[in-house]
């Protein structure tokens, strides 16, 4: 013989988290929203790309226009803890940057010493 089950029984109280859960979790999505080590901001053709990023070769690639489409100078800040790069770069050398993978490597190899 089957018995009945009180379905209230089965119910179980959720436990509500305590203050140290709530702050470790707090820990935690700040951490997750900082885990870009380098924060850039680009200045390019009148308007403004900003991310963050560990990778800025790749930042570089996402970022890449059409060359020809490039008509001022770029305004490069980047961030990284307390210490600001700004470089101001012309219009040839910012077409090379975005064409030349070689040239694109020793440019974010010069941007990553100037933090060490």
Do not use: H
């Amino acid at each position: 013989m089957a018995t009945k089950r009180n379905k209230s029984s089965d119910l179980k109280m959720k436990k509500q988290p305590t203050q140290k859960q709530l702050e470790a979790r707090k820990r935690f999505a700040e951490q997750a929203r900082a885990r870009g080590k380098f924060e850039i901001e680009v200045k390019l053709n009148d308007k403004v790309f900003n991310c963050k990023t560990n990778d800025l070769e790749g930042a570089f690639v996402i970022l890449g226009t059409d060359t020809k489409a490039i008509k001022t100078k770029m305004i490069l800040k980047i961030k990284k803890g307390q210490k600001i790069q700004e470089r101001v770069i012309t219009v040839p050398r910012v077409r090379r940057l975005f064409i030349n993978t070689l040239f694109r490597k020793i440019f974010v190899q010069n941007l990553k010493k100037a933090f060490t």
